[in-house]
């Protein structure tokens, strides 16, 4: 028999089983890496995630036999379909045991939602921004997720195509040998291009060990960037301050000096950024959801001999789109990745059709190695 149940946003008992659900699904597994607690939390908690001011969401269990067998969050995000003149409701945090009954039953709920409010199409797994995982693995199940992706089973994608869902879009990662020697052609260019528009790099280093608040502030302006620099990819909205807040601060438990570069122009105004942060998936699992106690020591490890590196994001302002801007980030981490000694650096998840962010790694001999997908199902 299965049962389907839904749990209020004010339930923290309901809420941690629906997120303790994903762990226990994937204990064992060598490549999922499991959500923070705390991270979760926040993200399905109206008080701290400022998107729930133009968003509504309801969560969902399924119960097979009494036992949980799988689960689902629908969004209502009223901004993104304003944005985009779009009548959607989005599903995220979709977890199944390979049962497609228990798989229908969950998305039953939505699809009675959906009408409900009179939406034609489900599209996901997206969640509330740009700035949260999304997309669901349909190739490279043999590689690990990283901290800004999720994992999931292959049987996931066929219960799916049983549901009748269809490609919206695909997000593509990419793995790329960091070299043993800078690249002279993209330092050049990175020094050309700083005289050229009298831009610096910022010693965020020196922030960061000496004065926090001004760290802060580039923090800031960088996520405005990224704002700007988003506004047009499929599926992103708006993020107001107290978002970029919160965003800065999951930023700051991994930041790397030497995998982080600002640049600014005359005015002290950010005109384009990168962060890459290294793989704490190991953590992630052994934590179980908290990293004190058991994930602490891997996660000190991963911090300290960093072998892989991910990227979180890349970002630069309309006007200097076009200049070879991006080209001062690329070599400023460049140089810390071989400092560091970092043998491999993974993309995040890049939209297939984003050529300008696929364009900045060209040099550099990058591997497809996961496929995500965005499905959409029509009410």
């Known amino acids: 028999m299965i049962e389907v149940k839904e749990i209020s946003l004010s339930d923290k008992k309901g809420k941690k089983k629906f997120f303790k659900f994903l762990i226990d699904l994937y204990k064992g597994n060598k490549y999922a890496a499991p959500n923070f607690y705390f991270d979760e939390f926040a993200e399905f908690d109206p008080a701290v995630n400022d998107a729930f001011r133009f968003a509504d969401c309801r969560m969902f269990l399924a119960y097979k036999d009494g036992k949980i067998a799988g689960r689902i969050a629908g969004i209502w995000h009223r901004g993104a379909n304003e944005k985009f003149g779009k009548n959607e409701l989005r599903f995220t945090r979709f977890d199944v045991i390979d049962d497609f009954e228990v798989t229908k039953a969950l998305f039953s709920k939505l699809f009675a939602w959906a009408k409900e409010l009179g939406m034609e199409e489900i599209i996901g797994p997206i969640s509330f921004s740009d700035l949260n995982e999304e997309g669901m693995l349909v190739d490279g199940f043999d590689k690990e997720a990283s901290y800004i992706e999720l994992y999931n089973f292959p049987y996931y994608v066929e219960h799916m195509e049983k549901l009748g869902a269809y490609k919206v879009v695909d997000w593509t990662s990419y793995e790329i040998k960091v070299p043993a020697e800078q690249d002279m052609r993209v330092k050049n260019l990175a020094e050309t291009i700083k005289k050229k528009h009298n831009l610096k790099v910022v010693d965020l280093a020196y922030l960061y060990k000496h004065d926090r608040k001004k760290f802060d502030e580039y923090g800031m302006k960088c996520l405005t960037v990224l704002d700007e620099a988003f506004a047009h990819l499929f599926g992103t909205s708006p993020i107001n301050d107290k978002q970029k807040a919160r965003e800065l601060e999951s930023i700051k438990q991994v930041y790397v000096p030497e995998l982080s ?28 959801g908290h990293v004190i106690p058991f994930g602490l020591p891997a996660f000190i490890r991963a911090m300290t001999h960093i072998e892989r590196a991910d990227m979180m994001s890349v970002g630069v302002t309309a006007k200097y789109a076009n ?3 991006v080209s001062i980030v690329i070599d400023h981490c460049l140089e810390g990745l071989i400092k560091l ?17 696929q364009q900045l790694w060209k040099s550099w001999d990058p591997k497809l190695i996961k496929r ?8």
């Open 323 to 325: 200049t070879g801007a």
């Open 341 to 357: 000694g970092v043998k491999y650096l993974e993309t995040g998840p890049e939209l297939e059709e984003n050529s300008n962010i």
């Open 372 to 379: 995500r997908r965005c499905w959409g199902l029509k009410v």
């Open 261 to 288: 570069c600002a640049v600014v122009d005359e005015n002290d105004d950010v005109v384009v950024y990168g962060f890459m942060m290294p793989r704490i998936s190991e953590a992630m699992r052994k934590g179980r």
